[in-house]
Structure formats: C-alpha cells, structure tokens
C-alpha cells in the first residue's frame, strides 16, 4: 500500500517513476532521462533526487537492487520500479491523458 494522499502524484515522482518503467537506472541515468524527456523542462538535482527516491521507496513504488553485471566505475546504487509504482504511474498517465482528451475537445490542441 503506497503512502501518497489520494490523487495526483507529484510532477517529479511520476517523472522518476517513468524513467524507471523500462529498466533500472541509477540516480544520474534518471536525472538524464528526466531531463531528455522534458525536453530540459524538469530538472532533477541530485539533493532532491535522492530525497525523493527514498520517499518513494517508503511508498513501497520503488526499490534499491542490483544494477548490471558490470557496473560502472563508483558501483552506483541502482532503482527498479516495483508492480505497486507502474500502477501508480499508470493511473497518473491516465488521469493526465484524461485532461489532454478534455484540451482536445476544446479544440485547444490538434488530433494526432
């Protein structure tokens, strides 16, 4: 059971969660996914990072574990999204996607 309020995860949480979807990452393999993604929009520092990856982590939608059999130089600590955190980011994917269908019934954005 994750420990967030009802609703909407935090603009940076539902970022690192993303970035952690596909593959475990470690803390600067997030931030550069982040940042990549965003188009330089979010930018994630390394003190807020890891501040919330271990709130996260408390959440239960993350956890630390082993990153590649050959880790690069400095062994960094790995994360991996747990099935609790793609439900999360997946309910909040949808709840964003629900806003963009109302922007583009408004014929505020274009039909792609």
Same mark, same amino acid.
């Given at each position: 059971?994750? +420990?967030?309020?009802? @609703?909407?995860?935090?603009?940076? &949480?539902?970022?690192?969660?993303? +970035?952690?979807?596909?593959? $475990? ?17 979010? !930018?994630? &520092? ?20 082993? @990153?590649? +059999?050959?880790?690069? $130089?400095?062994?960094? !600590?790995?994360?991996?999204?747990? +099935? ?8 909040? $994917? !949808? ?15 274009? !039909?792609?």
């Amino acid at each position: 059971m994750t +420990a967030r309020r009802e @609703g909407a995860l935090p603009p940076h &949480w539902f970022q690192i969660l993303l +970035a952690l979807a596909d593959d $475990a990452r470690h803390g600067a393999g997030i931030m550069q996914e982040v940042l990549d993604r965003t188009g330089g929009l979010m !930018r994630l &520092w390394p003190g807020m990072l890891y501040r919330n990856l271990r709130q996260l982590e408390t959440a239960g939608l993350i956890v630390e574990g082993p @990153g590649p +059999a050959t880790p690069e $130089a400095g062994n960094p !600590r790995y994360f991996r999204i747990t +099935a609790a955190g793609k439900r999360e980011c997946a309910a909040e $994917a !949808r709840r964003l996607a629900s806003f963009v269908a109302a922007a583009r019934q408004k014929k505020l954005l274009g !039909r792609r």
